[in-house]
């Protein structure tokens, strides 16, 4: 096993606190320090931001005892489709990937819940470990990290008093507009406009939707009473959301959208986000490992960031656990790590740019790939594991 004396977590939302947990479980001689900026008894249950976890993170979370399986929609079905041109398509439908869970042979390809759910139940649960463990683990919330140095095999935190730890995880990323630029950086001039959507009829339970339209993705996620998630990207330079109020935006939504899905009804204020890409080169430098949005910030299409940090933290506590040394240890950890990091943000870097791709001939080619999978069930199958469990 290896020696890791002391861990410093920096950041306590779902990457981070899930970290803390498993390294708890897994390293029991570990002193595990926990900071965050936020102070513990802020209420994030009314977080209402809305997350989508892979099967295999659902997996993970509740080998951690920390899923809340009430507030989590199931996801059965995922429909992928795009938004026809003026053309119609050649064929007798309009081409659409569908990936069922029932024939995947699992109970769900994914779940849905809010931020606050989520977090709120993970940081309780690490709260209940500090309380059985106080002279090893403890939860520095209210202690904001300004500073990290390198040390000669440490690491120095600086959360108003300079500590040395054998290992210092940066867990917390913010959004791209936010974020420093990394090695592998690219703005893809797309907003974001996140909400929430309700329906008149239809709106099948469990159902998620990706539809790729000329301005960019719109992705639907299923909330509980007929009401779904809305991400709906567009050109930031050409951004036709603000001029237009609800109905207005209602009126383009069902055009946007498959017909059969129902009948869009209401619609929540938006909030809007810059899209990019940012990425390190490498989770680790020295002594210090940045994993999650820290790591890398991907377009939302596909819903594979939260995933991807999670199986970031997972395999990091896993690398410690076996050793020799925390520095195999972490050079263990960029071997394992890099196909899955690279392939997630090159299909999501491909799918961003490319699905707002006008050259002629370009959706032809998008939906003949599309009713190829659909067609040939064991590319379908390996689609769907890829987007439940990644490259762990």
């Known amino acids: 096993m290896t020696r890791v004396d002391s861990i410093a977590v920096i950041g306590a939302g779902p990457v981070g ?38 099967l295999g993170s659902v997996q993970l ?74 002279a090893r683990l403890q939860a520095r919330f209210g202690q904001p990290v300004t500073g990290l140095k390198p040390l000669d095999g440490a690491v120095e935190v600086d959360a108003g008093l300079a500590e040395r730890f054998d290992l210092a995880v940066v867990a917390e990323g913010g959004v791209f507009a936010e974020q420093a630029r990394k090695a592998v950086a690219h703005d893809y001039h797309q907003a974001a406009w996140v909400g929430t959507l309700g329906w008149a009829d239809g709106a099948p339970a469990g159902v998620a939707v990706e539809r790729f339209t000329r301005h960019g993705p719109l992705a639907l996620l299923p909330l509980p009473d007929r009401r779904s998630a809305l991400v709906w990207c567009v050109d930031a330079d050409d951004d036709p959301l603000p001029a237009l109020d609800e109905a207005q935006r209602l009126a383009v939504l069902r055009h946007l959208l498959p017909a059969d ?15 990019g890409l940012n990425a390190e080169r490498t989770l680790t430098q020295g002594r210090t490992v940045r994993i999650g949005n820290a790591a890398q910030t991907l377009h939302p299409v596909a819903g594979q960031g939260l995933n991807l940090g999670l199986r970031d933290a997972w395999s990091l506590v896993e690398a410690l656990r076996r050793g020799p040394s ?36 370009a959706g032809v080619a998008r939906g003949l790939g599309l009713a190829a999978l659909q067609a040939f069930a064991p590319a379908r199958s390996a689609l769907a594991r890829q987007m439940m469990f990644g490259g762990r």
Do not use: N
């Not at 102070?39 to 994030?44: G, N, T, V």
């Open 61 to 134: 979370l509740r080998r951690l005892d920390a899923w809340p399986a009430p507030a989590a929609q199931s996801i059965l079905e995922v429909r992928v489709s795009q938004q026809q041109a003026a053309a119609p398509w050649p064929g007798r439908h309009p081409p659409e990937l569908r990936i069922l869970a029932r024939e995947e042979g699992v109970p769900m390809l994914g779940a849905v819940l809010s931020y606050g759910a989520l977090v709120s139940r993970l940081q309780a649960r690490w709260m209940e470990r500090v309380a059985g463990e106080p």
């Open 261 to 275: 899905l129902g009948t869009p009804a209401t619609l929540s204020p938006l909030k809007r986000f810059a899209l």
């Open 326 to 361: 925390v520095d195999a240890a972490l050079r263990r950890l960029e071997w394992q790590r890099a196909p899955d990091r690279w392939s997630m943000i090159a299909a999501t870097d491909f799918l961003a740019r490319s699905f707002t791709w006008s050259i002629p001939g």
């Open 17 to 54: 606190l899930a970290l803390a947990l498993r390294a708890a479980e897994l390293l029991p001689q570990a002193v595990i320090a926990l900071f965050d900026g936020r102070a513990a008894d802020k209420d994030l249950s009314g977080d209402s931001r809305t997350l989508a976890l892979a």
